[in-house]
């Protein structure tokens, strides 16, 4: 299998050469050249494997022999030995055919972690083979960074550099990050919001002339396609503990990149019957406007409750918009240069075939903490704002009530203490045991302003 940049302008890669770039040197995101297809009959057959077992199924024709299939399932296998429950992502019922995937058991109680403890041994297994280090750019909205960092720090190959927005991230998300002391970690706290991080890291990965000749760039934010790989997998594990093959699922999906939910389309595409992918985004609404009014302006970015989805510019939505045009570059590229100026709005078509599988809802503060003040109270069940977003979304959207609808629990509530005492909970959420005294920890970060020069410097620095 090869991987192609959304833009066209960049020569196909093989596997790991992927895994290495991140973002396509010509701007673009790199996708496989064909989606693997999986046929009833054999998704079907899954329904007994565990998390792991099921997870090298998905992900084995991505990686399509470049790691041999016993390492590879060692990478997994390793990847999950730090999730907290035996399930991996266990499925709560709240209501008649009201479900919550809980995705928050991983060592930094997000569901990055999926993600990133696999692609830290990726990293790991990849370079050693190469004899090569490299240099980890990444920037987070919350809980990026710090999966990240825990799926990281042991590599001996890499240093690396996670930019958050300063006093835009709640002091759990913080501390899980600048608590982490070891050589090769740095954490920069950049003066500005998550947008001007991410364009600070794409900025870099175009021009990387300011590292040393022996080093390159490697992404761990959602560009990197192992990342989006990883997410498909809990799409799958949800189904088939719900009836499906034979049962067709719907989503609802936290929504700030675009990428988590872009795995629920892929999972579609392979061959998972999935009714109804929703897009739930909070006040920094783009996606919702895009999806609903064929409105993609980008407006102002407002500080929420729920911080992880403080995003106005989601990069894997053109990885949908590339599928969307049926694999037209050039048509991809003048759309992501209308949307950088601020007026990019979808054909007809395109938005036909985009509404056909996703709805979009948006969600304010007030309209959040009430959903989890009420959840609290009648399920005694707490929620973290995300995941409260996401519910309302799939209560408001749901279309077919025969269909069961799984709502993404993206994070632990501990993780957003004022949004849960806003909603009436009478104490901090508590912390599992493993983080209990995280606010007990020496913090490490660098507060820089949003300047590349600066940036650049304290990069060149600290490697």
């Known amino acids: 299998m090869k991987y192609v940049s959304t833009r066209g302008g960049s020569e196909p890669k093989g596997f790991e050469d992927v895994i290495l770039t991140g973002l396509a040197p010509d701007g673009g995101l790199f996708v496989p050249d064909a989606i ?7 998704i079907a057959s899954w329904e007994n494997l565990s998390y792991q077992e099921l997870a090298l199924k998905v992900i084995t ?6 790691i041999p299939n016993e390492d590879l399932r060692d990478l997994i296998f390793e990847s999950y030995k730090t999730f907290r429950h035996e399930d991996i992502a266990p499925l709560v019922e709240l209501d008649d055919d009201e479900w919550v995937l809980e995705l928050f058991h ?24 190469r004899n090569q280090k490299v240099v980890v750019m990444g920037a987070t909205s919350g809980d990026t960074g710090s999966a990240a960092i825990e799926g990281c720090r042991h590599c001996e190959n890499l240093d690396i550099f996670i930019l958050h927005p300063h006093q835009r991230v709640s002091d759990v998300q913080r501390r899980q990050m600048t608590t982490v002391q070891a050589a090769n970690i740095h954490n920069i706290a950049l003066k500005g919001n998550f947008d001007d991080c991410q364009n600070m890291v794409k900025a870099s990965f175009s021009d990387q002339s300011f590292l040393p000749e022996d080093r390159q760039l490697v992404a761990v934010n959602s560009i990197n396609w192992a990342r989006i790989m990883a997410q498909i997998v809990y799409y799958f594990w949800a189904s088939l503990r719900l009836g499906g093959p034979n049962q067709a699922v719907s989503f609802s999906v936290p929504t700030g990149n675009f990428g988590d939910i872009f795995a629920g389309y892929l999972a579609h595409k392979m061959g998972l019957p999935i009714k109804q992918l929703i897009i739930a985004t909070n006040q920094n609404d783009i ?3 895009c999806i609903s009014n064929n409105d993609h302006t980008t407006k102002p970015l407002e500080q929420s409750l729920a911080p992880s989805m403080d995003i106005m510019i989601s ?3 053109e990885r949908l918009l590339f599928d969307l045009y049926h694999h037209d570059s050039e048509e991809i590229t003048r759309l992501m240069s209308d949307s950088k100026a601020g007026d990019m709005r979808l054909s007809d078509s395109a938005l036909v075939m985009a509404r056909e599988l996703f709805s979009s809802f948006r969600c304010d503060d007030s309209d959040m903490v009430e959903v989890i003040r009420k959840t609290n109270i009648e399920k005694d069940y707490l929620l973290d704002p995300h995941t409260a977003i996401g519910l309302l979304a799939a209560r408001n959207c749901r279309i077919d009530h025969d269909t069961p609808m799984v709502t993404l629990a993206t994070a632990h509530p501990a993780k957003f203490p004022e949004a849960v005492k806003k909603a009436g909970y009478p104490r901090d959420p508590e912390l599992p045991s493993h983080v209990a005294d995280l606010f007990d920890r020496d913090e490490y970060f660098t507060v820089l302003d949003d300047d590349q020069n600066q940036v650049h410097q304290f990069m060149k620095d600290n490697i």
């Open 36 to 42: 693997p297809q999986f046929s009833q009959d054999e």
């Open 61 to 66: 024709p991505f990686v399509d022999g470049a």
């Open 106 to 129: 991983g060592p930094t109680l997000a569901f990055k972690d999926f993600a990133l403890q696999f692609l830290g041994n990726l990293f790991d297994y990849i370079l050693k083979k």
């Open 287 to 289: 996606l919702h406007r």
């Open 315 to 317: 990069s894997n939505f």
